[in-house]
């Protein structure tokens, strides 16, 4: 299958800076999205990475190197609203289909 | 807000019944999708749809089928529902800059 690997939760403090990491296997992929989901919510669409390298929006940065399969989301200063799960999907090939990760459960402490 | 509603958006059910969930959007998207979504499991594709009668399986389609009989409307049916598809629903569709999904507000299924 086409797996896609991510940590199952994380710990943060408010204010400081996290880097969720997403690893999937290269072939059957073509670009990689993240997602926000919080508690008893619908995900919604942070950013997506087609190429390799770093995309900035606001405090959210996603990074994408396609050749070693890996992605991270990085989230800088840290709010306490940014407590939610946080979910890496592949794009597959012909451009119909995304392959979720299991989610990161990232909590935002004080 | 991409104009998706789901109907209805909590349901409780017996084992053997038939379940049709709905999904409905707005804005004339040709890409529709049913999502379970689980612990552990992150989110799983069910089935899609690429247009009007045109619906294709996912990763975890047995148990289910859909319809698309008008653009706006794709249906979920669990035609004998088992206790294993209590979940949380979500249908999504692909707009956007980069194809990405916008989903719905989701509809949990209880199987007693």
Known sequence: ??????????TATEGAIVQINCTYQTSGFNGLFWYQQHAGEAPTFLSYNVLDGLEEKGRFSSFLSRSKGYSYLLLKELQMKDSASYLCAGFNNAGNMLTFGGGTRLMVKP | ??????????????????????????????????????????????????????????????????????TEDFLLTLESATSSQTSVYFCAIKSGSYNEQFFGPGTRLTVL
């Open chain 2, 1 to 70: 807000d991409a104009g998706i509603t789901q109907s209805p958006r909590h349901k409780v059910t017996e084992t053997g019944t038939p379940v049709t969930l709905r999904c409905h959007q707005t804005e004339n998207h040709r890409y529709m999708y049913w999502y379970r979504q689980d612990p552990g499991h992150g989110l799983r594709l069910i089935h899609y749809s690429y247009g009007v009668k045109d619906t294709d399986k996912g990763e975890v389609s047995d148990g289910y089928s859909v319809s698309r009989s008008k």
């Open chain 1, 1 to 10: 299958g086409q797996n896609i690997d991510q940590p199952t939760e994380m």
